[in-house]
């Protein structure tokens, strides 16, 4: 685990030429963060290690775009995971509004209020939906996480222009973003308020999470998973399982319950931590 991180408290010591150290990291109240992606350095012993992306923050705005790059629900269901295992608040940003007809994300729109999430369309090229945001944000220690290309800086930089982050362009190619961002900023925007603006991801997968333990992390699970037969249940093929029939009976949504699937099949059995 990173010793310190973007949003950790500090005291420290500054030498006359600019140069200094930290000499205590104060205890996190809590901290957003996913397995270290597979890359060289990241693994200790064949165990990939735990990335922190932001340490005290309680709201986590997860920003999504509509096409160009194409939303994507199994990595918004994965954020969330990550969110709700971290007691951190999951809010649903719905950006790009400006390049569909908005009947085309209702669809998804519907899912997620169904669940209780706040959504929130928006458009920071066109400025549509950024004094609702902006009260979202208020007086909130607030990361921004997301793929590459959402439009997390362009939306910090509409809402606070005096942040001037860079933005990047979307490949033609294969219409995603092209990684402008490359370290979280933390930045106090108005007394009280603090952001951070974090690089975009490709892939997130919970650090730290058991099989038995996910279905706590999809909300909507919460009022069927006490009455499956067996309390060790994954909701995936064990009998008497009162999430699936929820499922079947339409309380619970395919779309949430397949990506549910494809998180817990990356999970590995003997996971132990
Ligand atoms: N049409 C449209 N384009 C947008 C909108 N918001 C951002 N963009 C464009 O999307 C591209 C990527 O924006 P960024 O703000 O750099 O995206 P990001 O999420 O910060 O990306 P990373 O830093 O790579 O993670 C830029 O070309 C923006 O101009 C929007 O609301 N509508
Ligand atoms: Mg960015
Ligand atoms: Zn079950």
């Known amino acids: 685990m990173d010793i310190v991180a973007v949003g950790d408290y500090v005291n420290f010591q500054m030498n006359d030429d600019g140069t200094g150290w930290i000499d205590k990291v104060f205890e996190r109240n809590n901290y957003l963060s996913r397995k270290a992606p597979k890359i060289k350095g990241t693994s200790f012993r064949g165990e990939r290690l735990e990335q922190i992306i932001a340490t005290n923050v309680n709201k986590l705005f997860i920003v999504n775009s509509t096409i160009q790059p194409q939303f994507n629900n199994r990595l918004l269901d994965r954020i969330i995971v990550g969110a709700e295992s971290a007691k951190i608040e999951p ?30 369309l928006t458009s920071a090229k066109k400025k549509i939906g950024i004094e609702n945001l902006r009260l979202e944000i208020k007086n909130s220690d607030s990361v921004f996480w997301g793929a590459s290309g959402v439009g997390k800086s362009s939306l910090l930089n509409t809402l606070y222009p005096e942040l001037n982050f860079k ?10 973003g092209t990684h402008t961002t490359v370290t979280s900023v933390l930045k106090e925007v108005e ?18 999470i058991k099989k038995q333990d996910l279905g706590h992390y999809y909300i909507e699970f919460s009022d069927y998973l006490n009455d499956c037969k067996f309390n060790t249940c994954t909701h995936f093929h064990e009998p008497g399982c009162i ?6 009976n339409g309380d619970i949504s395919e779309e949430r319950y397949e990506s549910y699937l494809n998180l817990l099949d990356t999970i590995e059995d003997d996971m132990i931590y």
């Open 91 to 120: 809010v649903i940003i719905i950006n790009k509004i400006d390049l569909i007809d908005i009947k085309e994300a209702e669809y998804w729109i519907d899912i997620y209020q169904k669940c209780g999430y706040k959504v929130y």
């Open 191 to 208: 007394p009280g308020t603090i952001i951070v603006d974090t690089p975009g991801i490709r892939e997130i997968e919970p650090y730290g």
């Open 167 to 176: 933005v990047g362009e979307i490949s033609t190619q294969t219409n995603k």
């Open 243 to 248: 999430v699936r029939e929820a499922v079947e």
